[in-house]
C-alpha cells in the first residue's frame, strides 16, 4: 500500500476472502425459505433467538476464530464490526487494548466490561502481569457475544459505557467419553528493522557532518544492534480435554500448557491452565447446575524495557564487548575519567544479560449457577450466581551492579499484590404465552453485589554495592483498597405476533467510588429501551422465495462508567507521607498522615446511545448482513485538569464536558459455493466513525486544552490534546514549512495565527488517533478433506506520531562523550536540535494486513469410529502493506517509541479427537 487509492484497489480483491461469522444454512442457493434450527445469542442475563434480537449485538463462535491466539482477544480481532483490538506489544502474555465504536471516554477507562460464564471481571490487572485476559486459555472459550449500543448493554448499567464482552467457555456434554488433544508448535520472528543508518553509513555521516569530537568517537566496528536483541523465539501450545457425562452428569475437564519465548531476548511466557465444567440437571430438570473451576499460573519473564530503544539508538561503529569487566564486559561509553558516562545510550545487550525481571501469578475463578424452574410455577426460573476471583502476582527485578545498568550498585526490587473479587447474583426471570393476545412476555428482575478488594502486602527493595557490600534498604508501606457495586435491575420483553419485538430495561447502581460522605452522587439510574420488526414476517412478503431476513431495529439507552483513577476520589481521607517527604523530630525521620486530593461534586459519567440496524439475509440466508448506524452522546466527561491555587494538588479529577461519537457499521457474509465436498464462506465488515468534544465546563476554560500523549525526547512533553472542536487525542503540533525542494526547514513553523510571532499560540490540531475507515476480510474454502482461511485487516485514515524519529537529530552527534544512531529522516531533514512538534512528523499510517493463513487436512475416522484427525500449519502476521516509515503502523496510542514490535509466527498443529 502506497496510499489510500492502492489500498481501496487491493481491499476488494479480498473481498470474496473473508469468513463467514455466523452459522449459514445448508439449504442450496434456489431452495425456497423454509424454517432454521436458530443460533441462540446472550445477551445478559438471559439468551435470544438471534432473529429476537433488538439491540446491537454480534456473535463470534468457535468455528470462526483465529488460529494462533494466545489470548482470548486475539480469537475475534478483526472478526465484529467497530470491535478495534491493537495488541499492547510483541511480547507473549502482552495482551491487546480493546475499544468498541471508539470508546466513550477521555480520562476514565475506555476498555468494554468482560464478563465470563456470567461473572463481570475487574478492569485492571494484577501485578506481574501484563494483561489479565492472557491468564485464561483461549482453547477453553466457545463463543463471544458482543454487546455494543445501549439498548443492549445497558442491563449492565454502570460499567457498559464502552461496551460489553460476554465470553462463554465451554461445557461438557452427555454421552460417552470424548477426547480432545491439540499441540501446536511455533516459530516467531522479527518483522524488522527501525530505519536507523547502518555502520558504514553512519561513520560516512558523521564525518560529514559531525563535530571534530564526535569523529574522533567513531568505532571500526560494524554491529547491528537490533539484529542482536532479537531472536527466532520457539513456542509450543498442548491442549487436553476430556468430556461426556456420567450417570446424568455432564462434565468437560481440560488441561493446557503454553510456553512462548518473545523474540526479545531473555523474554519468556509459560502459563499452565485447568477448567472444569459440570452440568447435572435435577428434580425432573427443574434444577439446572452450572458447577466451574477456571485455574491457571502463569510465570513470565520480561526483557528490560530500554533495550529496544538502545537498540535503535547505540552507536553501530562500536564493539559489543570491550576489556574492561567492570560492565561485564559490555562496551559502555566512559567519561575521560574512565567512570560511566551516565548520559549516554546503555549497550543493549548487556541491558538484557543485566537484568532479570521475572513474576508468578495465579489466578482461581470458582463459580457455582443455580437455574431453578419452580414446580409450582413452570413459567418462573430463579437464578443464582455466586463466584470468586482470586488472584495473587509475585516477583522481582533485579539488576547486576557489574553492568552498564546497575553501574555499581546490586538493585532488587520485589513486588506482590493479591486481588480478591466477589460476586453474589440473582434474578427471577418469568416467561408467559398470553395466546388470547398472541404476545410472548419475557419478564426479568434482579439484584447483583460485587466486591472488588486489592491489596499491596508491604516490602522493601534492596540496594547495594558491588564493590563494598554496603546495603541500603528502602520500606515501601502496605496498601489496600476495596471497591464495592450494588444493583438492582429488570427488563421487559414482548414479543408480538412474532414480528414486533419491544425490549425495555433499567438499572440503578450504587458505586463506593462516589461515596463522599453522603450518597448523593453514588446513585446512577440507566435505563434502555429497543423496538425491532421483523419486516419479513408480514403477509406482503411472508411467501416470498428469495428473502430469508429483513428485520429493522430501534434502540436507545443510557450507561454508566465508574471506572475513574483511584478507588476513593470523591471521599476526603488521610494518608501516609513516603520517605522523601518525612518530618525530622530530634535525630530520626518520621512519616506524617497528610491530607489526599479530592473531589467530592464527582460524578457518574454518562453515555446515551442511539441505534438504527437493519438485518438481511437472501436465499435461505446464503447472504446475509446488517447495516447499523449509531450515536453516542457522553456528558459529564471526566478527567484528570488542572486545579485552582489553594487546595492540596495542582491537579484533580473532575466532571469536564461532553463529547459526541457517531457511525455506520455493515457486515455481510455470503457463501459463493456449497457442494456436497466445497463450501466457499465468505465474511467482509466495515466501520466509520467520527468523535468530537462537544462542550467543556465553567470548571475550565473555553479554549482549554487537556495535555495528554506523553512522548521521548524531555521531561513532562506531550504531542495530543483535547479540547473543544476536536476528536480525542488529536495531535497538536507546528506546520513545517519547507523549501522549495520539498524539504523541511529546521525550526521554521507557519504562523498560523498570523500576529507576527511563532509560539505556542501556533500549534494547531492535526489528525487524530480515530482513523477513517476499519476493514475487516476473511474467508473459508474447505474441499473434501482440505482447508484453507485467511484474515485480513485493513485501517485506512491512521495517523501515528514517529517519535522514535523526531527523537533524532544533529545532536545526537554532537553530545557530551558518546555518540548517538540516527534515523534516515535525520540525514534528510538535518534538523540541528530536536523538533519534537513538527508535524513532519505525523505520519499516515494506514494499512493492509494480513492476520492469518492457515492450510488443513483432515485424515477423518484414522483410527476408528468417532475419532478424528487433522494436521495443519499456521502463519500469523503474514505481511503489512503502508507507507508509514516506521517498524509497524498498529500502535495503539499512535505515539510510536520504538515499542516491542509483533512477531510473524510460523506453526504446525495437530488435533486429535476419540
Known amino acids: 500500500m502506497r496510499n489510500y487509492s492502492t489500498v481501496l484497489k487491493i481491499a476488494p480483491a479480498f473481498l470474496l476472502a473473508g469468513t463467514m461469522l455466523q452459522a449459514q444454512t445448508t439449504d442450496t442457493i434456489d431452495s425456497p425459505r423454509e424454517r432454521q434450527i436458530e443460533e441462540v445469542v446472550l445477551i445478559g442475563y438471559g439468551q435470544r433467538k438471534k432473529s429476537d434480537l433488538t439491540g446491537s449485538i454480534v456473535s463470534v463462535s468457535a468455528k470462526d476464530f483465529n488460529g494462533g491466539a494466545t489470548s482470548p482477544e486475539q480469537l475475534i480481532q478483526g472478526k465484529a464490526p467497530g470491535v478495534s483490538i491493537t495488541g499492547n506489544g510483541g511480547a507473549p502474555g502482552a495482551g491487546s487494548t480493546i475499544r468498541i465504536r471508539g470508546g466513550a471516554s477521555l480520562n476514565a477507562n475506555s476498555a468494554p466490561l468482560i464478563v465470563i460464564d456470567g461473572v463481570p471481571q475487574d478492569f485492571s490487572g494484577v501485578s506481574g502481569a501484563s494483561d489479565p485476559l492472557s491468564l485464561i486459555n483461549p482453547n477453553d472459550i466457545e463463543s463471544f457475544d458482543i454487546l455494543k449500543d445501549a439498548s443492549a448493554a445497558a442491563i449492565y448499567g454502570n460499567r457498559a459505557s464502552n461496551g460489553v464482552i460476554l465470553i462463554t467457555t465451554k461445557k461438557g456434554t452427555a454421552g460417552k467419553l470424548r477426547v480432545n488433544f491439540s499441540t501446536v508448535a511455533s516459530v516467531s520472528t522479527k518483522m524488522g528493522n527501525a530505519d536507523v543508518l547502518e555502520a558504514d553509513a553512519y561513520r560516512a555521516f558523521v564525518n560529514e557532518v559531525g563535530t571534530e569530537s564526535a569523529k574522533a568517537l567513531l568505532g571500526t566496528a560494524s554491529t547491528n544492534w537490533q539484529d542482536l536483541i532479537y531472536q527466532e523465539a520457539w513456542g509450543t501450545d498442548n491442549n487436553v480435554a476430556i468430556s461426556g457425562g456420567i ?40 434444577l439446572t447446575v452450572n458447577a466451574s473451576f477456571k485455574g491457571s499460573f502463569t510465570d513470565n519473564r520480561f526483557p528490560d524495557g530500554g533495550a529496544i530503544n538502545n537498540a535503535i539508538y547505540f552507536d553501530p561503529t562500536q564493539p559489543v564487548y570491550m576489556d574492561d569487566q567492570r560492565f561485564g564486559g559490555y562496551f559502555e561509553w566512559l567519561n575521560s575519567d574512565g567512570g560511566l558516562n551516565t548520559v549516554s545510550n546503555r549497550n543493549p545487550l548487556g541491558l538484557l544479560n543485566a537484568t532479570r ?21 413452570p413459567e418462573m426460573r430463579w437464578n443464582v450466581n455466586v463466584a470468586y476471583d482470586y488472584s495473587k502476582g509475585y516477583g522481582s527485578n533485579y539488576t547486576n551492579g557489574f553492568s552498564g545498568a546497575g553501574n555499581g550498585f546490586h538493585n532488587v526490587g520485589p513486588y506482590e499484590q493479591e486481588k480478591k473479587n466477589k460476586l453474589f447474583e440473582t434474578y427471577l426471570n418469568y416467561v408467559k404465552t398470553l395466546s388470547a393476545l398472541d404476545t410472548n412476555v419475557d419478564l426479568m428482575v434482579g439484584h447483583s453485589y460485587q466486591d472488588f478488594f486489592r491489596d499491596t502486602p508491604a516490602g522493601q527493595s534492596i540496594r547495594t554495592n558491588a564493590t563494598t557490600g554496603e546495603t541500603e534498604l528502602t520500606p515501601f508501606r502496605r496498601y489496600a483498597d ?28 450504587g458505586s463506593s467510588r462516589f461515596y463522599n460522605g453522603t450518597t448523593d452522587n453514588v446513585w446512577g439510574n440507566f435505563p434502555a429501551a429497543a423496538f425491532a420488526w421483523k419486516i419479513n414476517e408480514e403477509n406482503f412478503l411472508n411467501e416470498s422465495q428469495n428473502l430469508s431476513t429483513l428485520k429493522l431495529r430501534l434502540g436507545y439507552g443510557i450507561t454508566g462508567q465508574q471506572e475513574v483513577g483511584g478507588t476513593y476520589p470523591s471521599f476526603a481521607r488521610y494518608q501516609l507521607s513516603n520517605d522523601s517527604a518525612e518530618y525530622l523530630f530530634g535525630d530520626a525521620f518520621y512519616p506524617m498522615y497528610r491530607a489526599e486530593q479530592y473531589n467530592p461534586f464527582l460524578t457518574w459519567e454518562k453515555t446515551l446511545t442511539q441505534n438504527i440496524g437493519l438485518d438481511f439475509g437472501f436465499f435461505s440466508n446464503r447472504i446475509s448482513g446488517s447495516v447499523d448506524v449509531f450515536q453516542k452522546d457522553t456528558e459529564d466527561l471526566i478527567a484528570y485538569v488542572p486545579e485552582a491555587a489553594g487546595g492540596l494538588s495542582n491537579y484533580n479529577t473532575k ?34 466513525y467520527t468523535s468530537e468534544i462537544t462542550s467543556l465546563s465553567d470548571q475550565v476554560a473555553a479554549d482549554f486544552k ?23 487525542y488529536s495531535f ?5 514549512l519547507y523549501d522549495t525542494a520539498g524539504n523541511p526547514v529546521p525550526g521554521a513553523y507557519a504562523d498560523v495565527n498570523a500576529d507576527g510571532v511563532v509560539n505556542d499560540s501556533d500549534k494547531y490540531f492535526y489528525k487524530s488517533t480515530t482513523p477513517d475507515a476499519l476493514f475487516g476480510f476473511s474467508t473459508k474454502v474447505t474441499h473434501k478433506n482440505w482447508d484453507f482461511s485467511t484474515s485480513l485487516r485493513a485501517v485506512l485514515g491512521n495517523y501515528v506520531y514517529n517519535n522514535a524519529a523526531s527523537n533524532s537529530s544533529l545532536a545526537s552527534l554532537r553530545t557530551n562523550g558518546y555518540l548517538q544512531n540516527v534515523y534516515s529522516t535525520t540525514v534528510n531533514y538535518q534538523f540541528p536540535q530536536l523538533n519534537l512538534w513538527s508535524d513532519a512528523f505525523v505520519e499516515d499510517a494506514s494499512f493492509l494486513r494480513m492476520d492469518n493463513l492457515t492450510v488443513g487436512y483432515n485424515f477423518g475416522e484414522l483410527f476408528g469410529d468417532r475419532s478424528n484427525l487433522r494436521v495443519y500449519g499456521m502463519a500469523q502476521n503474514v505481511f503489512v502493506i503502508s507507507d508509514y516509515t516506521g517498524v509497524d503502523p498498529e500502535i495503539f496510542g499512535n505515539i510510536d517509541n520504538g515499542f516491542y514490535q509483533r512477531p510473524k509466527v510460523y506453526s504446525l498443529g495437530l488435533n486429535f479427537q476419540f
Open 482 to 509: 476495596n471497591l464495592t457495586l450494588l444493583s438492582f435491575y429488570g427488563r421487559a420483553i414482548f414479543t408480538i405476533k412474532d414480528k414486533y419485538i419491544l425490549t425495555a430495561s433499567l438499572r440503578r447502581d
Open 732 to 736: 497538536y503540533v507546528y506546520k513545517q
Open 655 to 688: 466532571n469536564v464536558g461532553d463529547m459526541v461519537n457517531k457511525g455506520i457499521e455493515v457486515v455481510l457474509n455470503f457463501t459463493p459455493v456449497k457442494t456436497e465436498n466445497t463450501t466457499w464462506d465468505v465474511n467482509l465488515n466495515a466501520t466509520h
Open 706 to 728: 487537556i495535555q495528554v500523549g506523553g512522548l521521548s525526547g524531555g521531561v513532562g512533553n506531550n504531542i495530543q490534546a483535547h479540547t473543544v472542536g476536536q476528536a480525542p
Open 247 to 286: 450417570k446424568g452428569l455432564p462434565y468437560r475437564l481440560s488441561l493446557g500448557y503454553n510456553e512462548q519465548n518473545g523474540i526479545v531476548k531473555t523474554n519468556e511466557f509459560r502459563r499452565t491452565s485447568v477448567g472444569l465444567n459440570l452440568n447435572p440437571k435435577f428434580f425432573d430438570n427443574h
Open 357 to 377: 525481571n521475572v513474576s508468578s501469578v495465579y489466578r482461581l475463578m470458582p463459580s457455582l449457577q443455580l437455574d431453578y424452574k419452580l414446580h409450582f410455577l
